[in-house]
């Protein structure tokens, strides 16, 4: 199992940014994909994006694409999640995950996933 710290999440104004960072422990972070999901209250867990081992090829859910951008560093074993354009709708506790394969393809074969970290944006 891949230990999974995230952090970068804070309250922000509709239309701002944040950058949500996952810490990633394992010999085997540099050959899985990795992902994030989000979870409001009320609400159903929800794909956000997904990422190869190679950082080249990613996948995003419909509503995130273009304002949210994944991307990793391997050397570094952090994950990031780049958050533009942030709408009170996108307001959830955001969980790092990593997959059991090195594709980003869905559907994300959750292997472990992190504590999340709380982002709210407000009007």
């Known amino acids: 199992q891949v230990q999974l710290v995230e952090s970068g999440g804070g309250l922000v104004q509709a239309g701002g940014s944040l950058r949500l960072s996952c810490a990633v422990s394992?010999?085997?972070?540099?050959?899985?994909?990795m992902g994030w999901f989000r979870q409001a209250p009320g609400k159903e867990r929800e794909f956000v994006a997904a990422?190869?081992?190679?950082?080249?090829?990613?996948t995003y859910a419909d509503s995130m694409k273009g304002r949210f951008t994944i991307s990793r560093d391997n050397a570094k074993n952090t994950v990031y999640l780049q958050m533009n354009s942030l709408k009170p709708e996108d307001t959830s506790v955001y969980y790092c995950a990593a997959s059991t394969s090195s594709s980003s393809s869905l559907p994300f074969r959750l292997g472990s996933w992190g504590q999340g970290t709380q982002v709210t944006v407000s009007s």
């Open positions: 990422i190869s081992w190679s950082g080249i090829s990613t």
């Open positions: 394992g010999r085997t972070f540099s050959n899985v994909a």
